[in-house]
């Protein structure tokens, strides 16, 4: 047979062959893959294989098209296709390209009420194709935040009356959290759509999902208590160290005792720890303050064990007293002494009475009414009896804290000339390497025997005053320094630079230190020194007065 119509025959036979595979049922032609048709059809099972691979591509086009019309309803005002401004060349990019240029011609093109766009529940508004314009996932999820797109959970947060709807998805908090992954995922897991969470603040709930979603923390004075709490209920261990951590920059001797007693609640042994070094220094100042009358009860009764508290016992026992009345208050009770004495319990048998001087005693706690008519006897009686009677208040005085003292020079000296005191101001300047609480400074006196100073001293930083103390103080005429006090011990930060200062007015000469050093070691804490601009009479680095820092840490 001639050349030609051989192939004509061929052609005829493949075209009769693929003619009747693509008649075949689509249960037989799903079970054939290539290999399985017989030798002499390579090129028949190549088209049917070609012929099925495009009759799935557009079965998965077609579902990913309308996917993407039920996600992204069509402009009622545009037309689809060619119409809608794409060219055939279009047509034939790769389809992330096509998806990309169609959503920004669309957003460009629409308003911002087109039905393409989302307004998301965080007050947020992104064009269809959002996906686009956040390429990393950590972007993705943080848009998802506070979202009604996609969420397949919503979270009633708050107390009734005060409640607020938050949406959510399931698998971005399992992810987070063990408590959502067994609530969602585990074998008891919630099936309700709606989960309601009266004990946690809505504003901390959102703190904590920001951190699921985008690991970003925004921490505030306000909220980080109960972000605390939402923290540590969900088992975010990241989230808890970031507020305990915001807790302890912001400790001061006001908010001391209300950290104390939350410390304890959400066992934060470092925050603790913290609370209670502010306390012990800065006693009187804590238990004078508001946050003091918030703690409850058995926070009260472990602070007035406490040996070291800084402070004199007649300020504790006033505010053992302004503690009791404020409680009277939460439980609806008249501030009577019945009731103050009832809601005290064993609290008041605590503060060491009997460790007041004589007078302390009869001008406070003894008109206080707050004892009984024995009590105030018995009291009196161990006061001045010989013989004295028992006391069911503690007798030892607490040991408070023992003030340590920075020495920065290496020796003092005096001469005929040096060092005299014309209204003049002798300052330095000093850092720290941890937190500590000045109590005062260490003066030098007078060179040519006794002698009484009036003093001003002064801390400060950048300028403005921390505290300071007009007083006096008597020399003996030695090289010894002399103790002057500020009112209460002040905090100091590390790694921060502070002003003391001192204007003495006394005997014309005194000794002066020399010799100074501008590192010193003194027990944990390391002192640098440095000179100060406000220095007016020749007090610096190397000598001059203020040669001792008196703190506590």
């Not at 009187?284 to 508290?309: K, V, Y």
Request: charged share 20%.
């Amino acid at each position: 047979m001639p050349t030609a119509d051989c192939r004509l025959l061929h052609h005829g036979r493949v075209m009769r062959c693929l003619t009747c595979l693509l008649f075949l049922p689509e249960t037989l032609k799903k079970s054939l893959k290539i290999g399985t048709l017989p030798g002499r059809f390579p090129l028949c099972s190549e088209l049917l294989t070609l012929s099925l691979s495009l009759k799935n591509k557009k079965k998965k086009q077609a579902v990913e098209k309308k996917m993407a019309a039920e996600l992204y309803p069509a402009n009622v005002n545009g037309t689809a296709g060619l119409q809608n401004g794409t060219t055939v060349a279009d047509t034939e990019k790769p389809k992330e390209v096509q998806v990309c240029q169609a959503s920004s011609s669309t957003s460009a093109a629409s308003s911002p009420t087109s039905n393409q766009q989302n307004i998301t529940n965080n007050n947020t508004v992104e064009p269809a194709s959002w996906q686009c314009s956040h390429p990393t996932l950590r972007e993705r999820n943080a848009l998802m935040f506070n979202n009604e797109l996609m969420a397949d959970v919503h979270f009633i947060v708050g107390p009734p009356g005060e409640s607020q709807k938050v949406p959510a998805h399931k698998y971005v908090l399992a992810v987070g959290s063990s408590v959502f992954c067994a609530m969602f995922y585990g074998d008891l897991a919630e099936e309700e759509s709606e989960i309601q969470i009266p004990d946690v603040e809505p504003a901390a709930f959102l703190i904590l999902l920001k951190y699921l979603y985008s690991d970003e923390i925004d921490l505030e004075a306000d909220t980080v208590l109960a972000t605390l709490y939402a923290a540590k209920k969900y088992i975010v261990p990241a989230l808890a160290k970031a507020c305990v951590t915001f807790l302890e920059t912001s400790l001061e001797a006001k908010n001391a005792c209300v950290l104390l007693s939350q410390s304890r609640l959400f066992e934060e042994p470092e925050l603790t720890q913290r609370c209670w070094e502010v306390i012990d220094a800065q006693a009187e100042l804590a238990l004078c303050s508001e946050g003091f009358c918030e703690i409850d009860l058995q926070t009260l009764e472990i602070i007035l064990q406490r040996e070291t508290l800084n402070a004199k016992e007649v300020v504790i026992f006033d505010a053992v007293l302004n503690w009791a009345s404020a409680e009277c208050k939460r439980q609806g009770l008249g501030p009577t002494i019945r009731n103050r004495r009832e809601v005290l319990g064993k609290a008041l048998f605590l503060v060491r009475i009997p460790t007041m001087t004589l007078e302390e005693f009869a001008n406070g706690a003894a008109q206080s009414d707050i004892l009984t008519l024995e009590e105030t006897h018995n009291v009196f009686l161990w006061f001045t009896a010989a013989k004295k009677p028992q006391l069911d208040f503690p007798l030892t005085p607490r040991k408070g804290l023992a003030p340590q003292r920075c020495h920065r020079f290496q020796s003092s000296a005096y001469r005929s000339n040096q060092w005299r005191y014309r209204g003049r101001c002798d300052s330095i300047q000093f850092a720290v390497d941890k937190r500590i609480f000045i109590a005062g400074l260490g003066l030098y006196g007078s060179s040519g025997g006794k002698a009484e100073y009036s003093v001003k001293i002064e801390l400060k930083r950048q300028g403005i005053i921390l505290a300071q103390n007009l007083t006096k103080f008597v020399s003996d005429g030695s090289s010894s320094t002399f103790p002057v006090w500020f009112e209460n011990p002040v905090q100091v930060e590390q790694d921060t630079f502070y002003t003391v200062s001192a204007v003495l007015d006394g005997s014309e000469l005194s000794y002066f230190g020399q010799e100074g050093m501008t590192e010193v070691q003194c027990g944990k804490v390391t002192f640098q020194f440095q000179c100060s601009s406000d220095s007016t009479n020749g007090t610096g680095v190397q000598g001059g007065q203020i040669p001792e820092l008196i703190f506590y840490s």
